[in-house]
């Protein structure tokens, strides 16, 4: 391993060259700037476990190239060679338990190692490109969403640890917000929580915001919940480096403290992260690992002994925030609201204990529009009376469109003001939030479809009829209780491996949901849930869907 004052020939805090995988050693700032040259995987996996490398997509990053170090030099082992490379990516993905982006790295460029050294490598690479474009997505996307929960003026915004570009590839996640909210001449002011034990605020994330020309003051950690009392924080970014599917998020130790104050004082708590950094396969965070590190972090600093001898330290990496303290998780492609949290700061705004202009609800407070837009609390009636309200507006016509069919009529419940708001917010309550995307089924699912979509902030995708769609497409044929009929999926609307909530207005035989499930697997996607306003019970709809789990806001005998 060696240090030299050299840059990456590209904007990037991690790269590949001449054989080498080069890092920013960010031990060394603020003092001094300089590259780490390192040219075998132990020297990777030092740079990872030392915080030379840190920040959960920058080592996702650094373990990718690792891989592709170890393929390179383990190129002329012969049939030994893949097992060599493997037992290299196992060490990688060990060498820091909780970031999750560092095995997700891991595994992936390990696809491609049959193909040889040179696919792994460009798989690596490809990932640098892609981190700066996904990264640049959720900035936007983070960056508007805190302007429609904070006032219309120059902002105080709150950050804990490093999250910008020496923590990703480049651009950053929250950090990254702040540099374009800055950018826009939304900012004010950004503090910056020191993060002790090792001061990445302090030193990295400063030199950052130094360096980009943005104004900030350095706090303690201790000082912040003081800061949001006295009215000095309209809105806290933060990162993730591991976050459970139901927003459960593990970040840099103090982050949890920092969503109670924020909670306590109504001021919005933003996670923003890549997608990378969710783990699906965690229920919540009670299953997140948590790295503790060596107690010298706490009881010396700069080599000396800060603590009597033979002191003892509890020096936890991460802490885990629950979802329902998050105001929002925001990725390049969603803006997730979890289940049960904070989904405005307008009930607690006034709650800052020091009175005074500074602390009045206006630092806090969010337009009385967003308030009930951004909604998904559950509404105060009972899933009994939704129903009862959506059975007592249906209108059923017989003999439409075929003679002894009843064709439901949902047009008395989109026309109720405030009804289509609280079904859809019902539906994505249903599912906590554990999709990537909306798929709504023509003609009539697209109206609950967008508003769900829209209320969660995810991609809305239309099943259309054959012909409507342009481009090359999937098609599923299907019957009706009334005969056959055939949907179409654009071929890139779904990206492999979305979660995706399918949505239309009546279940009835099943034949419609099980053709869009068709066209779910046809693009290598899953099927999270289906949602429907009505159930025709009896037709064997439910029965036909049993792979899937449904979710009817109404039934009605068909």
């Avoid at 491609?112 to 640098?128: C, F, N, S, T």
């Avoid at 030193?203 to 912040?224: H, I, K, N, Q």
């Avoid at 989904?343 to 407070?365: C, I, K, V």
Wanted: overall charge negative; glycine content about 8%.
């Amino acid at each position: 391993m060696t240090s030299q004052p050299a840059t990456s020939a590209r904007e990037f805090s991690v790269d590949w060259a001449d054989g080498a995988v080069l890092a920013i050693d960010q031990r060394r700032l603020p003092a001094e700037t300089s590259w780490l040259r390192l040219t075998d995987v132990d020297q990777v996996i030092e740079a990872i476990q030392t915080l030379a490398v840190r920040g959960a997509p920058a080592i996702g990053l650094a373990g990718a190239l690792g891989v592709a170090l170890s393929a390179h030099l383990h190129a002329g082992a012969g049939p030994a060679a893949d097992a060599r490379v493997r037992a290299d990516a196992e060490r990688l993905i060990a060498s820091r338990p909780t970031a999750v982006n560092l095995e997700w790295g891991v595994r992936r460029v390990l696809t491609r190692l049959p193909d040889g050294p040179a696919a792994v490598l460009a798989e690596a690479v490809a990932m640098l490109d892609e981190d700066a474009a996904l990264n640049t997505r959720a900035v936007a996307r983070a960056a508007e969403l805190v302007l429609s929960l904070t006032p219309d003026r120059p902002l105080r915004l709150l950050t804990h640890c490093n999250t910008g570009r020496l923590a990703t590839g480049s651009v950053g996640t929250a950090l990254g917000a702040v540099r374009r909210l800055a950018d826009a001449g939304r900012v004010a002011e950004v503090l910056v929580d020191e993060t002790r034990p090792l001061l990445q605020g302090a030193r990295l994330t400063a030199w950052e915001l130094a360096e980009a020309g943005v104004p900030y003051r350095v706090l303690a950690d201790s000082a912040a919940a003081a800061a949001m009392a006295q009215g000095l924080v309209d809105c806290v970014l933060v990162g993730a480096d591991r976050i459970a599917a139901n927003g459960d998020t593990a970040n840099k130790i103090g982050t949890y403290g920092l969503a109670v104050a924020a909670a306590r004082h109504g001021i919005p708590f933003v996670v923003v992260a890549p997608e990378s950094t969710w783990d699906r396969q965690l229920p919540d965070g009670s299953g997140i690992v948590v790295e503790e590190r060596a107690s010298e972090e706490v009881t010396t600093f700069a080599g000396a002994r800060t603590t009597p001898e033979g002191a003892g330290a509890y020096n936890p990496a991460f802490d885990v925030t629950p979802a329902e303290l998050i105001t929002a998780v925001v990725t390049e492609r969603q803006v997730f609201r979890p289940a049960g949290g904070r989904t405005t700061p307008a009930a607690t705004a006034g709650q800052a204990t020091t009175p005074g202009p500074a602390a009045t609800s206006e630092a806090t407070a969010v337009p009385e529009a967003t308030a009930t837009s951004e909604a998904t609390a559950t509404p105060e009636a009972t899933d009994g009376e939704v129903a009862a309200r959506i059975v007592g507006l249906l209108r059923g016509y017989p003999d439409h469109p075929r003679p002894g069919v009843v064709f439901q009529d949902l047009s008395p419940l989109y026309a109720e003001p405030g009804l289509l708001a609280e079904l859809a917010d019902r539906a994505d309550a249903l599912f906590a939030g554990a999709y990537d995307r909306v798929l709504a089924v023509e003609s009539r699912g697209f109206v609950l479809g967008a508003v769900i979509a829209a209320r969660r902030g995810v991609p809305l995708t239309l099943a259309r009829k054959p012909g409507k769609l342009p481009g090359a497409t999937h098609q599923a044929a299907y019957t009706l209780e009334y005969g056959t009929d055939s949907l179409e999926l654009q071929r890139d609307a779904v990206a492999p491996g979305d979660r995706v909530l399918v949505v239309d207005d009546v279940l009835a035989t099943g034949g419609t949901l099980a053709a869009v499930a068709e066209l779910v697997a046809a693009a290598d996607a899953k099927v999270a849930g289906m949602a429907v306003v009505v159930e025709l019970t009896g037709l064997g709809g439910a029965e036909r869907l049993a792979d899937h789990r449904v979710a009817a806001l109404s039934e009605v005998a068909a």
